[in-house]
């Protein structure tokens, strides 16, 4: 489809779009001036809105495609909470504002933080990290806070396993840490027998995903967590995989010092083609003085800030003011019409869909890494033996499922299971949608062995066939320039 | 489903957790709330909070968004679309973050920019942390950033980098220009540095000279890190231009260009560095390329950078990042055009210039620095600005930010003050007016008027 550029003509506008009245500018001293306007697009209103909405029909989304996108949580965003959220009183709210005209908003970040709470087990909540990733690298710079603070200089690494998200080694290395990799053993659990061996006083914590991003359930997650505590190191949950034990099991009564939520998976706010998200973090009370903020208090009827001053221990603030508001109102209109008695129902669900999901394609050939274990919100099939025998790999599968109408799932991750799919329904798929899935995962296997090329070559139905990524690395091509299309 | 699966209630789909761990019932969370009800609770609060007039800056800026730009940003296929990691089911996605990144490398004049990063301070943060892997002249890990530099960045900066050895160094300003003296820098010739900061404007709205510290960090084998409003960009030079070489790395806050104020979020920082850079950037990338068939696409590009190829060797630890409001910004841009965000720019900076006289006229009232402004001002009051900023907020003026908790050295009198394009003359007098009463009833004396009880 043409570039936005490709429909600008010179001097085209869209008037109404800006002040009319040309604001008097001519005492800015000649030094400090652009002297050439900016090459950005000439349009009309209209040839703006038909480009945009016709390249919005180019994508798949959880409005209009099932998503089971392993560990990202695509579920259903109500459209509730967006408009909730976009009521002119909070979009116009400036984070300057005095406490006095925050009350209604405040209010809100209290509720959701006391919530938060409550559904993972921790002491105390601080919504402000703008993502999961941010909200990792708070996480790990409070346990280094922590150990600072006990002179207790010499813990230097942080544990990690092999099947961990790739941010977790990457923000423990941006607080200073060492990494060290923790095997998996056989059943997809963590080797505990591995990890005793680089316990020690050198241990600074470990950071866990539970469950695993394998798709089970560490079943001796009290046995890690008292050998970590005893090695004076503190665990860190990694909330990733959280929608499959809402209301079940919380991270607080399994040992976690520290933990990070993804809002935007697990409380259903949108993932906006790559955010925005929000990634607060709960801690035990030994953590409690490093939150970072700010924070909201309430003092009888009241809401107020906490800020630096309040908090003289605090890792201290990680974005220029309160982090991604109108997500955590999302969120918080979200988890208020689940209620208590809906959010146990979310991992339910969730569970349910996932083990359906797993038997279901085993009936059908495919083979699942982890047989013997149950699935929990998700679940990991490899193709290697299709790949062995058929020579189609996991990609294949994948761009030709996105023929059929299906986004596909995670390919390639956990990068210790080979050829692997790691499948994330979600609890707001119905049983027609997943059967329709099942449906053409059953056919594709058949293509598979009957005519792989159209795997291999798939996608067909698309916008676009498969794309180069070679030559997007080798020949970079990062910006239109006007001198581009003569 | 229970059947197919083999079990006989979905209690035993969670049968390997220990029995000794499950929660009971989750009874600090209210019940659930239908729509309507929640949205009578969501209602209320947001009227309680949205009644004033705001001449706040500091970071965030009240400008006009038309109507099309979040119509058309939360459309279901933008708003419930994540990363586009199949891209040939994300060209929507994809050719607009690249149309963005064209768009960002205009009005900048950079080489190439990334597809954003989580706000403006973050932005900041990883600007320094890729100067100094990216200065191979630089053995040292010091960078200078100026006071003028807004306090919550400096704050942030120094949150992110201080657990890698990164040493911060604060240029301090002019107490009257409140620029950098280009002179201070002269206490740094012929030390290693890995990177300078220019803010442009800075926090307190003036215009540094962004030509002659340029060419000094540069004779002196230090990068440039421009910290830029956007907006300001389409009157002022851009750091692509800057000096003779231009600047290296420039990043900011991209609020201004689409995204509510929302009490700070979300926003976008975003990016922006020259080609020699690339590699060194953090964040998603998007590139051209071809399909099988010869026709163009757009993919993620450049991944050996990131965190999920890379793990603990990777740029950044960044992966989702603030995609819904680029697609705003993009859209926002689109409709502006070149003539349009000039008219923007050209609004702020005429009403504030207004507003400024018209305050400067009250006895007492005084501009606090006499450099060039864009769309800000510091106000010096008679008296103690927080008693005065009270008063207005109780009749629903938001006045400015107190600059006495960041810039003690300014005494307790004065404020930050912006208006955008939005601020009416009527606002701006109404202001004007509820100040000299404010001022006239307090003489000096701490503020009697109360807030309203909400």
């Not at chain 1, 423990?172 to 840490?177: F, L, R, S, T």
């Not at chain 2, 038309?66 to 050719?95: H, I, N």
């Not at chain 2, 690339?278 to 450049?302: A, E, F």
């Amino acid at each position: 489809m043409s570039l936005i550029y490709q429909h600008s003509r010179p001097g085209r506008r869209a008037p109404g779009q800006a002040p009319l009245a040309k604001g008097d500018t001519t005492a800015i001293p000649e030094r400090f001036r652009r002297r050439v306007r900016a090459a950005l697009p000439e349009l009309s209103e209209m040839q703006v809105v038909r480009h945009y909405t016709r390249l919005s029909q180019k994508n798949f989304s959880i409005d209009t495609h099932f998503y089971p996108l392993g560990s990202c949580t695509m579920k259903y965003n109500p459209r509730g909470a967006n408009q909730l959220a976009m009521l002119p009183g909070f979009l116009a709210r400036h984070p300057e504002a005095p406490e006095t005209h925050s009350q209604g908003f405040m209010a809100c970040m209290y509720e959701l933080q006391e919530m938060l709470k409550e559904v993972t087990g921790m002491q105390a909540v601080s919504l402000s990290p703008a993502a999961g990733a941010q909200g990792e690298f708070a996480g790990v710079a409070m346990i280094r806070a922590y150990h600072e603070s006990r002179g207790d200089e010499a813990r230097r690494e942080i544990l990690v396993p092999d099947a961990a998200h790739g941010t977790n080694p990457a923000s423990a290395v941006m607080c200073g840490y060492q990494v060290r990799e923790i095997p998996t053993d056989a059943n997809g659990d963590v080797d505990v027998t591995a990890l005793k061996t680089v316990l020690g006083p050198r241990t600074a914590g470990i950071m866990l995903t539970n469950p695993s991003t394998l798709g089970v359930f560490d079943r001796r997650i009290r046995e890690i967590a008292n050998r970590v505590h005893e090695a004076g190191g503190l665990l860190y949950y990694d909330g990733a995989n959280l929608n499959a034990i809402l209301g079940k099991v919380r991270p607080g009564d399994m040992g976690f010092d520290v933990i990070h939520m993804n809002l935007h998976k697990t409380f259903s706010t949108p993932h906006g083609g790559g955010g925005p998200g929000a990634g607060p973090v709960g801690v035990s009370a030994r953590l409690q003085p490093y939150l970072p903020v700010p924070m909201v208090d309430r003092d009888g009827d009241d809401y107020r800030w906490l800020s630096e001053s309040d908090c003289p221990e605090s890792i201290g603030r990680l974005s220029a003011f309160a982090g991604n508001a109108g997500v955590l109102l999302r969120a918080y209109v979200y988890a208020r019409m689940l209620g208590r008695e809906g959010i146990p129902r979310v991992a339910e669900y969730a569970t349910l869909n996932a083990n359906y999901l797993l038997e279901r394609l085993q009936e059908l050939g495919y083979e699942a890494a982890y047989p013997e274990r149950r699935a929990t919100h998700e679940f990991i099939i490899t193709l290697r033996r299709q790949a062995r025998e058929l020579g189609v790999n996991t990609m294949d599968f994948a761009k030709r499922l996105l023929d059929y109408g299906f986004h596909a799932p995670t390919t390639y991750f956990p990068l210790l299971v080979p050829e692997c799919l790691l499948i994330e329904p979600t609890e707001t798929e119905d049983k027609e949608t997943l059967d329709a899935f099942l449906e053409v995962m059953g056919k594709i296997l058949e293509e598979a062995k009957t005519e792989p090329e159209l795997l291999k070559g798939a996608p067909h139905a698309l916008p676009v066939r498969r794309l180069d990524d070679v030559r997007a690395a080798r020949e970079l091509d990062l910006a239109w320039s006007p001198s581009r299309d003569g | 489903m229970l059947q197919a699966i083999g079990v006989g209630t979905v209690e035993q789909l969670f049968d390997e957790i220990p029995a000794d761990l499950r929660c009971g019932e989750l009874n600090a969370i209210p019940k659930a709330m239908s729509e309507m009800e929640i949205g009578r609770l969501m209602d209320t609060r947001a009227r309680q909070d949205g009644a004033a007039v705001c001449f706040i800056g500091a970071g965030a800026y009240d400008h006009h968004i038309p109507a099309a730009v979040w119509q058309l940003a939360t459309r279901g296929e933008f708003y419930t679309a994540y990363t586009p990691y199949q891209a040939e089911a994300s060209q929507g996605t994809l050719q607009l973050l690249y149309e963005y990144q064209s768009m960002m490398t205009a009005v900048t004049a950079m080489d190439v920019s990334n597809a954003s990063l989580y706000d403006g301070a973050s932005a900041l943060a990883e600007a320094v942390l890729m100067a100094v892997r990216a200065n191979r002249k630089s053995r040292s890990r010091r960078v200078l950033v100026p006071r003028t530099v807004h306090p919550h960045y400096r704050r942030v900066v120094r949150n992110i980098v201080h657990n890698q050895g990164v040493e911060l160094v604060e240029l301090p300003f002019d107490s009257t220009g409140g620029h950098i003296d280009p002179e201070t820098l002269a206490a740094f010739a012929g030390e290693d540095i890995a990177a300078l900061v220019i803010p442009q404007p800075n926090f307190f709205g003036v215009l540094e000279e962004v030509g002659l510290l340029t060419d000094w960090a540069h004779a002196n084998k230090a990068l440039i890190i421009a910290l830029v409003n956007p907006v300001a960009l389409a009157l002022l030079s851009p750091p692509g231009e800057w000096g003779e070489q231009g600047a290296d790395i420039c990043c900011g806050e991209g609020q201004p260009l689409g995204a509510p104020l929302s009490s700070g979020g979300p926003y976008f920082g975003f990016l922006c560095c020259r080609q020699t850079l690339v590699r060194q950037m953090p964040g998603r990338i998007i590139g051209g390329t071809l399909d099988l068939d010869g026709k163009p696409g757009y993919t993620l590009t450049l991944q050996a950078r990131e965190q999920h190829i890379r793990r603990s060797k990777a740029t950044s630890n960044i992966c989702t990042n603030q995609g819904l409001m680029v697609t705003a910004a993009t859209i926002h841009m689109a409709l502006l055009g070149p003539e349009g965000l000039e008219r923007v720019a050209a609004a702020c900076y005429d009403n504030t210039a207004w507003l400024v006289e018209s305050l400067i006229r009250l006895h007492g009232v005084e501009s606090r620095f006499d450099r060039p402004v864009f769309h800000e001002r510091v106000i010096q009051l008679p008296v103690a600005a927080k008693g005065v900023l009270r008063a207005l907020a109780a009749h629903n003026l938001l006045a400015g930010l107190d600059l006495s908790r960041d810039y003690p050295e300014l005494g307790d009198n004065c404020i930050l003050t912006c208006a955008t394009e939005r601020r009416t003359r009527e606002e701006m007098e109404s202001l004007t007016t509820k100040l000299e009463r404010v001022l006239s009833l307090q003489g000096g004396v701490p503020c009697q008027l109360q807030p309203k009880e909400w």
